[in-house]
């Protein structure tokens, strides 16, 4: 069902920019959009069973019709008129060619929706049916089956170029999901151990053997990641921090006595755990050293490898 | 505990209530609204609502805030 979700989103937001900037491309007279549109629509067309082929390339350029499937006998006419006259003059054009006789002839609005017509144009034309708009289109789509409407999913997703939304940058990104996946309110059990919050003695003396190389991380990642921390850490408010700290407690627990008590090998794991984690729930690059930064600073905190009491 | 060790003082419940309760001293009035509370906190670097929420929260869980949208009373002085 999740997928079903997100992949119509992705249909729905793709049809819709491209029905957008034909509207507005269209109103300062710039038509180039319509004529890779017709191309654009033959491939999407032809995703959806047909076999469409652009009348541009054939010898014989038919005036009204820009796709035709000789097989499925299909016609389309693509177009950002929505008007009755342009529907008339499609119809009684394509059709005044004996060889089109057995064609069906469908308008592709690919602007503007349709309208409720009252005009009766002949030739067996259904405007409600025979008209397709993008709501119609998306309509139609919404009544696929999941892998079908993924495939055309993926399609539009390789066609249709959205703009690029503003982003924060890699690191920031890194640690502000990281705070999301670890704040997800997944009827967590909140942890109740008491623990003493003492980065001196957890450093210093529990993990004496290691404590050059967790000063030595933390040191030369601070400068880089510092201000990336201090950016991502502004959303978290008091709820967030206990689910985080409960969450970072209880694993980072298991994770070191797997590792034999060696905070190295520990935090290593946890880095790629966590990595692997939010590479799997989206489809960005995830910043690692982001990640062993955020770590290293709750380890100070005492959420990650808590000293027991 | 009211303010968790892990937290960030300057977003905890505690310290959004305490502007909140500011921005009533300075308008003198008994009444704001929510755009009016959140645009003051905005410029006191509190953007995420789930810290307005919890600042509000905290002062209608204390019986010092009433809620008749989209106004934000004060009940007690």
Do not use: W
Not at chain 1, 56 to 70: E, Y
Not at chain 1, 201 to 228: C, D, E, M, P, W
Not at chain 2, 2 to 13: F, G, L, Q, R, V
């Amino acid at each position: 069902m999740d997928k079903r979700k997100v992949k119509s989103d992705i249909v729905q937001q793709r049809l819709s920019y491209l029905q957008m900037r034909v509207i507005n491309s269209n109103s300062l007279n710039l038509t180039d959009v319509n004529i890779h549109a017709e191309n654009f629509y033959r491939d999407f067309f032809n995703k959806l069973g047909f076999q469409f082929k652009n009348t541009n390339f054939d010898s014989q350029n038919a005036a009204h019709v820009d796709l035709i499937d000789p097989e499925n006998k299909q016609a389309l006419q693509i177009t950002a008129q929505n008007d009755n006259i342009k529907i008339s003059e499609a119809l009684n054009g394509f059709y005044k060619k004996d060889e089109h006789r057995e064609y069906k002839l469908q308008l592709v609005l690919i602007g503007k929706d349709a309208k409720d017509y009252t005009t009766s144009f002949g030739h067996n034309f259904n405007h409600r049916e025979d008209v397709l708009d993008i709501k119609r289109i998306l309509s139609k789509i919404d009544n696929f089956e999941t892998d079908q409407i993924s495939e055309i999913a993926d399609f539009l997703d390789n066609e249709i170029l959205l703009p690029r939304s503003v982003t924060e940058s890699t690191e920031v990104e890194t640690i502000m999901s990281l705070i999301d996946f670890l704040s997800q309110e997944k009827n967590r059990v909140l942890s109740d151990k008491k623990d003493n919050v003492d980065p001196e003695h957890k450093i210093y003396n529990r993990f004496a053997s290691h404590a050059t190389y967790i000063t030595g991380q933390y040191g030369s990642l601070f400068t880089v990641y510092n201000t990336a921390f201090a950016k991502a850490s502004e959303k978290i408010d008091g709820v967030m921090a206990i689910l985080i700290s409960s969450y970072l407690k209880d694993e980072s627990d298991a994770i070191l006595n797997k590792n034999n008590n060696n905070p190295k090998m520990a935090l290593g794991e946890m880095v790629d755990f966590f990595y692997n984690k939010l590479s799997t729930n989206g489809f960005k690059k995830f910043d690692k050293q982001a990640i062993r930064f955020y770590l290293l600073e709750e380890m100070i905190k005492c959420n990650v490898f808590p000293n027991s009491i | 505990m009211i303010i968790n060790n892990n937290e960030n003082i300057k977003t905890s419940a505690v310290y959004v209530a305490s502007l909140i309760l500011k921005e009533f001293t300075k308008h003198k009035g008994k009444r704001l609204t929510i755009f009016e509370l959140s645009a003051a906190l905005k410029k006191q670097n509190i953007k995420h609502y789930r810290q307005l929420f919890f600042g509000l929260a905290l002062l209608y869980g204390t019986g010092i805030l009433e809620f008749s949208e989209p106004y934000v009373y004060i009940l007690n002085d």
